[in-house]
């Protein structure tokens, strides 16, 4: 289930299926139905309005770059971790 909490309440971030994890959120920023601020961005105009479009439309290419892991590319980069790593204040 897809939720978020603010101030202590909880709010489904697909109203329609809540219970599924599919493509619907990008559907949704189509309408101009997305919950979040952040959501809301990618899909006013901008450079990442073709991705959106692209999620709504095809929910394999969606379900394939879910599924990749976004951190791989850590494992080959030089990440700091422990004493060594920074952590940004800003």
């Known amino acids: ?7 202590g309440n909880l709010a489904q971030l697909d ?3 809540p219970n599924s994890f599919y493509n619907n959120y990008f559907r ?5 139905r997305g919950l979040l ?4 961005v990618l899909f006013r105009g901008g450079t990442t309005d073709s991705i959106v479009n692209e999620y709504s439309r095809n929910p394999s290419t969606f379900s394939s770059d879910f ?4 951190c791989s590319r850590w494992e080959t980069s030089s990440l700091l971790t422990g004493s060594a790593g920074i952590i940004r204040r800003i």
């Not at 601020?37 to 809301?40: I, T």
């Open 67 to 70: 599924a990749s892991p976004p």
């Open 15 to 17: 109203l329609v299926t």
């Open 28 to 32: 949704n920023l189509l309408q101009r």
């Open 1 to 7: 289930m897809e939720t978020i909490m603010s101030g």
């Open 37 to 40: 601020q952040s959501g809301l």
